[in-house]
T-cell receptor, first 114, second 116 residues
Framework: DVKVTQSSRYLVKRTGEKVFLECVQDMDHENMFWYRQDPGLGLRLIYFSYDVKMKEKGDIPEGYSVSREKKERFSLILESASTNQTSMYLC?????????????FGQGTRLTVV | AQSVAQPEDQVNVAEGNPLTVKCTYSVSGNPYLFWYVQYPNRGLQFLLKYITGDNLVKGSYGFEAEFNKSQTSFHLKKPSALVSDSALYFCAVRDSLAGGYNKLIFGAGTRLAVHP
């Protein structure tokens, strides 16, 4: 079974803190993604990466950055957390294959910024 | 731009009855469509996908989806609902990017409640 593991299920951070969300996948997938999930808005793509040290902005990258130093690990960084970043964050990975493949998701990290 | 719409925030159905969760899409070119399910406090799980071929796609847990090109729809169905099917369901469409990469664009989600 493909496994995508996010380091924390729940996090509470203070406004202005630098926050790291970690994601590890064990299937040697090239593609990795970070989404945030908000009620009524579905999932929105923050950043994605298709190779080590490569990153691309998604639809809502403002206030976030990412790091991919190793193929299996993709980190999401909130440079200075704000209350409007309170959300569920989902990491996903997928193999190459262009149009054919589905994505595999981690269990999510519910982040609360106070 | 590619998009999907899920017109219902919530669907209520009695256990044993058939269920339908609706999804419509807007794409340029051929649509590649997916359904995912999210159980409480869990990540998303893949249910099924339509790439090409038969308009009726069978997936996990007894779910199926019907692709209708003329109506630009991809509705999720199950002949007999279970209480354990209660969850949040997302429709998604593949969006292609430069360089042959792809991402998923998700609908807002539909909460399915199956009552005993």
């Amino acid at each position: 079974d493909v496994k995508v593991t996010q380091s924390s299920r729940y996090l509470v951070k203070r406004t202005g803190e630098k926050v790291f969300l970690e994601c590890v996948q064990d299937m040697d997938h090239e593609n990795m993604f970070w989404y945030r999930q908000d009620p009524g808005l579905g999932l929105r793509l923050i950043y994605f990466s298709y190779d080590v040290k490569m990153k691309e902005k998604g639809d809502i990258p403002e206030g976030y950055s990412v790091s991919r130093e190793k193929k299996e690990r993709f980190s999401l960084i909130l440079e200075s957390a704000s209350t409007n970043q309170t959300s569920m964050y989902l990491c996903a990975s997928s193999p190459p294959g262009g149009w054919y493949t589905e994505a595999f998701f981690g269990q999510g990290t519910r982040l609360t910024v106070v | 731009a590619q998009s999907v719409a899920q017109p219902e925030d919530q669907v209520n159905v009695a256990e044993g009855n058939p269920l339908t969760v609706k999804c419509t899409y807007s794409v340029s070119g051929n649509p590649y469509l997916f359904w995912y399910v999210q159980y409480p406090n869990r990540g998303l799980q893949f249910l099924l996908k339509y790439i090409t071929g038969d308009n009726l796609v069978k997936g996990s847990y007894g779910f199926e989806a019907e692709f209708n090109k003329s109506q630009t729809s991809f509705h999720l169905k199950k002949p007999s609902a279970l209480v354990s099917d209660s969850a949040l369901y997302f429709c998604a469409v593949r969006d292609s990017l430069a360089g042959g990469y792809n991402k998923l664009i998700f609908g807002a989600g539909t909460r399915l409640a199956v009552h005993p």
